[in-house]
């Protein structure tokens, strides 16, 4: 029986196996992880690229009416490589490029940081009151900057949320990009009317 034991011992036969068998899943793991990275990568350059092209014909006079079939060019784009991806469309017009992603102008006479108690304001998408954001919703007008944004959400190509903790079973990606419109008709732009606010 000593015998028995001491030649096992020394077996070495089998230890591959074993050992493979140990590293498998971390392989595995890492492998799903590494091709899922670059699907996202890849849906991602797919999604700018569309979205560029998308801007462009946006740009152009009369491009507010062909808004379904500019949309449906990038949804197909990122279906090819994403299916089941939803899609979501935004565009918002700014007066200069300077605008975007800034507040109305407003006199914040009590330097509190924020529009009230009939401070005055620049009404510059003339919706009657004063926005965190100056731009209007859709195309814009001629010479208008038009920040063009699609957000995109797809199920993964692999099952990673399960495998590694706090991954989403989704991925959610956003692309943005601006432009300015053509000059075409007349670019008569109106001056901002003035409020104060509430």
């Not at 000593?2 to 595995?28: H, K």
């Not at 092209?53 to 079939?69: H, L, V, W």
């Not at 989403?168 to 692309?175: I, K, L």
Request: with cysteine; proline share 5%; charged share 20%.
């Amino acid at each position: 029986m000593r015998r028995l034991v001491q030649s096992l011992a020394s077996d070495r036969r089998g230890a591959t196996i074993v050992e493979f068998a140990l590293i498998l899943p971390t392989l595995l793991v890492t492998l799903m992880g590494l091709l899922d990275m670059a699907h996202n990568m890849y849906t991602s350059q797919i999604l700018n690229g569309a979205i560029q092209q998308a801007a462009r014909k946006s740009t152009i006079e009369g491009a507010s009416r062909n808004a379904g079939g500019v949309d449906a060019a990038v949804t197909r784009s990122v279906l090819g490589v994403a299916p089941g991806a939803k899609v979501r469309f935004s565009r918002s017009a700014y007066r200069n490029f300077g605008d975007i992603g800034r507040p109305e102008d407003w006199s914040d006479l009590d330097g509190n940081g924020s529009c009230n108690d009939g401070e005055p304001f620049e009404d510059a998408n003339a919706n009657g009151g004063w926005d965190r954001s100056a731009g209007t919703a859709g195309f814009g007008g001629a010479r208008d900057a038009v920040l063009y944004t699609v957000t995109v959400d797809y199920p993964r190509l692999f099952p990673i949320a399960r495998l590694i903790p706090g991954q989403s079973s989704n991925v959610q990606m956003q692309s943005t990009t601006v432009l300015r419109n053509q000059p075409f008709g007349v670019a008569g732009k109106t001056q901002p009317k003035t409020g104060n606010c509430t």
